[in-house]
């Protein structure tokens, strides 16, 4: 993987919003994981990363899909992460993620796996929040520039 190389042209300093500085370190972090663990441990590691970040944004007092679908799109649009739909095909809840942002939903390398479970694991543990059973799972696939999750059977 090719860092990007930065200018004086892109600051990055104190008080900078540029939008790539979070994604550099993340690749960064990526890069070396990728050296030293297996793609199922790296996956799990960034899968684990998503629980994480729904247990520090927890669905409170969120009953049904359209709640949190609100409550989970206001996070993803603070972060740049995009927006979801949601809704139940079968015995699953199907969750559209669409990335908003051109730097993620055309990237390829390690961007589309790294953030495919990162939002699994995030959406795995919203779920468990509103009582989703053990028994169940969670997976995520690209469609272009959505991530479709599925959680059932």
């Not at 206001?74 to 095909?89: F, K, S, T």
């Not at 015995?91 to 908003?100: A, D, K, L, P, Q």
């Not at 390690?110 to 939002?119: E, G, K």
């Amino acid at each position: 993987m090719n860092a990007p190389v930065f200018s004086a042209a892109q600051p990055m300093g104190q008080g900078s919003d540029h939008p790539l500085g979070s994604l550099v370190l993340v690749s960064l972090v990526a890069e070396e994981l990728g050296e030293i663990a297996s793609p199922d441990q790296v996956d799990g590691f960034f899968a684990q990363v998503g629980r994480r970040v729904a247990e520090m944004f927890p669905l409170g007092d969120v009953q049904d899909l359209t709640g949190m679908e609100v409550r989970i799109n206001g996070l993803w649009r603070e972060l740049g992460l995009g927006e979801a739909r949601m809704n139940v095909q079968g015995n699953s809840i199907v969750v559209r993620h669409e990335s908003t942002r051109s730097d993620l939903a055309g990237m390829d390398g390690p961007w589309r796996p790294i953030l495919a479970a990162m939002v699994r694991g995030a959406y795995d543990n919203w779920f468990r929040q509103l009582g989703s059973k053990s028994n169940l799972t969670t997976s995520a696939e690209w469609h272009g520039h959505v991530i479709e999750l599925r959680h059932g059977r």
